[in-house]
Every structure is written in structure tokens, then in C-alpha cells.
């Protein structure tokens, strides 16, 4: 097994690996695109080849977080955390097949691309609300006013979640992010995680009981409803997938349209390229995901030894995935640290690949399309007023702790 003696480098939770995650990346790409590091206890793939090759491997690769090196931490004290580890393992997305291949063609009958492009105009309505105020102003809280509510209010309403506890589950889902993303102390966020859960499994279960008697126009019906071969989700599913669902929908494409603004102000050029033509959203919001995507990298452990561009992997071994250092990389994106909303091909591995691939791709995309459409074409500029941008420390998301703007 090779092993490098720099200790910056093995470092992913140093000020320079959480603000500043493209040189770092970069460093241990050349380091090595498929690197052992001592400190993390795993392979950190860098290199776009073998983070797409991953990715697609999910014969080798498992996601499974309970029965593999990941899941000892949380069963270690099982007792404690009975909630928590009842519905997390109920996450299709830490699954392997064949649960998950079940599981995934049940839910893509729920949330269907037509599902997703029924939401355009209430998007559309939502993004005009929220940003009408914001031109102007000194300094707006972008998180806040906008990034943060924007998909949370979304992923709500798609769902079926009831307005005035919209917010409430928001907190809750929040509050699990510490496990989700494995950000801080074990202890800690394993508590913080299992008050959270009771909270969410306590509010869901007697709205998923009647939307079984009393279907509505709701995303939890289809769930309740779905049906292949026989096949049903029962309610501790519909209960984790509706978990899973508030978790990755809102958290995600508020730091993306969080880098989106933070992209257009370092290149001023590429925001009046999409002023003189709107119709650029698309290939923006796709250049936003590879430039400064809201995943930077996710785990996976190898159920068999087996060989892995040159590197020797050892059944158990775990392998974090970087698809933010894969989508600099250079071997695959010509000027890859260059922000081009042109930029055409651009396949970046922002939403993963293979089985796994992001259910909600098409709704964050949505959600993107019709908020840089908006700001096109009513924003002469953006710009952002802080000194210093901060990243919360986790290895997995990208997440922006603070982001004001002025819109001019
Ligand atoms: C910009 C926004 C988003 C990004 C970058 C993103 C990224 C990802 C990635 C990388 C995966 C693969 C996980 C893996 O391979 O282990 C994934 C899976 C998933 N995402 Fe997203 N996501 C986003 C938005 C959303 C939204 C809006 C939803 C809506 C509900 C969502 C729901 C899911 C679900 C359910 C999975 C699991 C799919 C499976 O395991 O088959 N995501 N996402």
C-alpha cells in the first residue's frame, strides 16, 4: 500500500481543504489520482477516470453504511440511536442491489420528469417572490432570503408537507445533516441525529397514514401508492424515503445556487454573457455544478480485493469519491478551473453516476433554470460583499456559511 508522508495532504477537515478545496484536491491529484491517506483510513480518488469508474462500479463498490466500515461508529451504540438507524437504513441511497434497484424503480414511477416539469410554474411564482426584493439593497443575506428557502419551500409543497410545518422540518432535516455528512463531533451529531429523527418520523407517520386513506396531488400519495409486480413501499419506507427526499432536496441546491453567485461575481464576464442571452441557463446551471459543485465527494467500501488504476484494494478498504476534484480535472475539462457557461461537452460528475445517479437531478436543475433566468433578466449585477467566503467543516458538501450580496 503506499503511503505519503505529508501530513497537510492527508488532512481533509485543514482550513486550506474546506475553504479552498481545488488547490488542495489538485495537490493530491498529482500527488496521486488514487491516494492513500493514512489519516482518513481510505483511498481518496481525485482523478476523473477513476471517480466516474467508481462510481459506475457498484458490483465491487458497496453504499451500503450499515453492514461496512462505515456503520461501525452508529452500531457501536445501537441502543441509543434505535430511530435513527431504523430509517437511515431505510435510505435507498446508502443501499445496494437488490434493495436498491427495488426500491429506486418504485420511487422513479413517483418522481417522474412530467411530476418535476408540472412544478415550473409554481417555481417560476416562487423565484419572482422571493427575489423581487432584492434589487437594490445594501447588502441582501443571500442563504436566507433566498438560496435557503427557495428549495426547501419546493421540495415542501412536491412532497406535501403542510405550510406552517414547513420550516419545523426543515430544522429537523438540518439537524441530521451532522450525521449525513459526518461534520463533527460523533457523539454529538449522532444525538443531535436521533432527537431529529423522532422528530421527522413523528410528523410524518400520521400524514403518510392518511394520505393511504385520503390520497391527494402529492408526492407522498404516489409513494404511498406506487406499485411494481406486485411490489409496495410500506410506511417505515414511505416514512425514510420522504426523510431522504426533504434531506437531498433542499440542502444541495441552496449551495449550489450559492456558488452559482460567488462563480458570476469572480467572472463578471460569464454573468454578462448570460445577461445578453438567458437561453444560457442551462449550460450555466451545468457549468455551476462542475465548477463549484454542492457534493465534493461521497464514501463507498470494497466488498472484494481487486485492482484500481495500479493500486492494490483490500476488501473493506473504504474510498471516498471526489467528484469536485474530478471536475478540475484537467485530463478531462480543458481550462477545468475556468468558469464557462458555454462549455459544451460538460460531462461533470456533480450528480454521481451509475445506479446511484441523483434522483432530483432534474428539480434542482429546475430550480437553477428559473433562478438565474430571473436574475438575467432583471440584475444588471451581482456582487458579493464578503472579504472572506467560510465553508462549514465537512469532507462531503460544499457547504457556504455565510454569503451577502448586493444586486445592482
Ligand atoms: C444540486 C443539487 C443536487 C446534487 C449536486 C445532488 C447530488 C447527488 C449525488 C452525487 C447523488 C449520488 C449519491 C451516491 O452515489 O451515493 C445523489 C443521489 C440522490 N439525490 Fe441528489 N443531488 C441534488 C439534488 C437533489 C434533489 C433536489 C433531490 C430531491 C428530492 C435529490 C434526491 C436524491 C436521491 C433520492 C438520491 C439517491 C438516489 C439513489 O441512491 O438511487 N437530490 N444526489
Known sequence: MQTLEKPDLDNLLSDEAINNPFEFYTKLRNENPVYWNERWNGWIVTGYEPVIAGYRDAERLSSDRFSGPFGKE????????????????????????????QMRLLVNQAFTPRSVEALRPRVRELVRDLAGSLRGRDSVDFMSEFAFTLPVIVIAEFLGIPPEARFDVRDWSNDLAGVVFTAGNAEDRLKIGEQAMVKLVDFFRPIVRDRMKNPKDDLLTRLCQIEDNGLKLNEEEVIANAVLMVFAGHETTMNLLASGMVAFDRFPDQWDRLRADPSMVKSATEEILRFDGPIKGLGRWAKEPFEFFGCDIAQGDRMLLMQHAANRDPAAFENADTFDIGRFPNRHAAFGQG????????????ELHEALEYFATHFDRVEVLNNELKYAKTIVARTITGLNLRFV
Open 74 to 101: 452508529i452500531l457501536a451504540s445501537k441502543s441509543d440511536y434505535e430511530q435513527l438507524i431504523h430509517f437511515l437504513s431505510r435510505f435507498f441511497v446508502w443501499k445496494d442491489a437488490p434493495f436498491h434497484r
Open 355 to 366: 445506479i446511484h445517479t441523483c434522483l432530483g437531478a432534474p428539480l434542482a436543475r429546475l
